[in-house]
């Protein structure tokens, strides 16, 4: 039995490790198109779960700071009262792909919500209306948020074969995505392109 498991842990430790590469290119928008962010989805679903990370957001001067969080599926938001004086603040979606109310929380608390499903969460504070923030979860870490369209990176994609994608703010606009092979090289010069809906 034990030289059965030394065999294979002597196998596994001779593997190869699988090769990551570069993505880079270029992301083609009319003008009213602003912040952008591209990613990568691997069309083999069963790739190893990542590990579950915990984005912060601060609630400060009644505002969410930032206001826009880009996580993966599977990681925690929370949402820290930072505020100066006795302010409490409320947590509330009723996005159809996840919705929720973390109730209230008094100056100093974190309320918390995990999300599992890739997409675009807008949430609000049910106690002060200016205050509005927007999750976009995608399905890995292999992603660049862009301020405006222009040129992209993404390092350590491992080989396979995946899409690239960008989830465009604008409401009137969206990407046209491109398939694509990563082998032993990087792969560079892409284009991606945003298009009217």
Not at 38 to 55: D, G
Request: charge should be positive; proline fraction near 5%.
């Amino acid at each position: 039995m034990k030289k059965t498991l030394l065999t294979g842990l002597i196998y596994f430790l001779a593997l190869p490790p699988l090769a990551a590469q570069s993505i880079a290119g270029h992301i083609e928008a009319p003008a009213a198109v602003k912040q952008v962010i591209v990613y990568l989805e691997a069309e083999n679903t069963s790739r190893p779960n990542q590990a579950q990370k915990i984005q912060v957001v601060a609630q400060k001067d009644t505002e969410f700071h930032g206001p826009l969080t880009v996580i993966t599926a599977g990681d925690t938001v929370q949402w820290s009262n930072d505020e100066s004086k006795e302010i409490d603040h409320n947590i509330f979606s009723l996005s159809p792909l996840t919705s929720f109310d973390l109730g209230l929380g008094e100056k100093g608390s974190k309320l918390e919500q995990v999300f599992k499903n890739t997409g675009i969460i807008n949430y609000y504070c049910s106690v002060h209306k200016n205050m509005e923030g927007k999750v976009i979860v995608l399905p890995n870490r292999h992603y660049q948020v862009l301020d405006r369209p222009g040129d992209f990176l993404i390092d350590n994609v491992p080989e396979g074969h995946w899409t690239l994608h960008a989830v465009v703010l604008h409401l009137r606009y969206k990407a046209e995505p491109i398939k694509l092979a990563v082998g032993k090289t990087a792969v560079n010069n892409l284009t991606l392109k945003i298009v009217k809906k």
